[in-house]
């Protein structure tokens, strides 16, 4: 897909500095914020071909009236789409990730900060994070203009305290955004909850709903093998969470 962060990657008029007239991109070369972000089909969506770690369960979310991509513990996902990406974590970590001008944004879902050198795997911070800021820039984002909110890091079983993996996910996510220059518009971390999200990646909008703390063992156990799917609502402006 070209790079459309540069006037120079539009045709004719645009390329000259002029608008143009019903067009979806400004003379800047970002989205235009009155013309609605695209939305893929289903069908689209489950046709394409996915990289390894990318998200590949879609569905349709009737409430939301959006096609969703589900996030599993290691993947990610990143979209300019007018759609839903939606995770459940306990102690995991979601960054969502958002452009402001390219209106491109992305989710992952790790659940330990760091690993063997040899494992290369979305399962832990230190490569997720990398691969998601790495997919969002193929689309066309810049770094200098996202911002990040931050999920998950909560201590959903007793015996995970001497591990403390809630925080240290949480101080790994803090640090390495902090490092790469990324603010941290909104967060939900920590505490004992498990929390479902969702994120619109044309918009920045995210919602977070804290579950009931029962049978925490079930959770994590979901966040090691599959991961589940979020029923959630939609959000107001770009840079807030709603609680619900």
């Not at 390329?15 to 013309?35: E, I």
């Not at 289903?42 to 590949?56: D, Y």
């Not at 974590?89 to 900060?113: E, K, Q, T, V, Y």
């Not at 971390?189 to 029962?214: C, E, N, Q, W």
């Amino acid at each position: 897909m070209r790079n459309l962060s540069s006037p120079l990657d539009l045709p004719g008029a645009a390329a000259a500095g002029r608008p143009l007239r019903g067009s979806s991109f400004t003379p800047q070369g970002y989205p235009d914020p009155a013309m609605p972000a695209p939305a893929a089909s289903l069908e689209q969506l489950k046709r394409q071909p996915r990289q390894p770690g990318e998200a590949s369960f879609f569905y349709y979310d009737p409430h939301f009236q959006l096609n969703s991509a589900k996030v599993l513990p290691g993947e990610y996902f990143v979209s300019r789409d007018e759609m839903a990406i939606v995770t459940v974590l306990g102690s995991c970590i979601a960054a969502c990730l958002w452009d402001r001008f390219m209106r491109i944004g992305g989710m992952n879902h790790f659940m330990l900060p760091d690993g063997d050198s040899s494992d290369v795997s979305g399962r832990y911070g230190s490569y997720a994070m990398e691969l998601l800021i790495n997919e969002m820039l193929k689309l066309g984002a810049r770094r200098e203009s996202m911002q990040a909110k931050i999920f998950g890091g909560a201590q959903v079983m007793a015996n995970f305290t001497t591990m403390n993996v809630g925080e240290r996910n949480t101080s790994f996510v803090t640090e390495y955004l902090q490092t790469e220059r990324i603010p941290i518009v909104s967060e939900d971390v920590l505490d004992i909850y498990p929390r479902k999200v969702v994120f619109f990646p044309s918009t920045g909008k995210a919602m977070v709903k804290r579950l009931a703390h029962a049978h925490p063992e079930a959770l994590v156990q979901q966040e090691i093998s599959r991961g589940s799917a979020a029923a959630v609502a939609r959000n107001t402006a770009g840079g807030s969470v709603d609680l619900f």
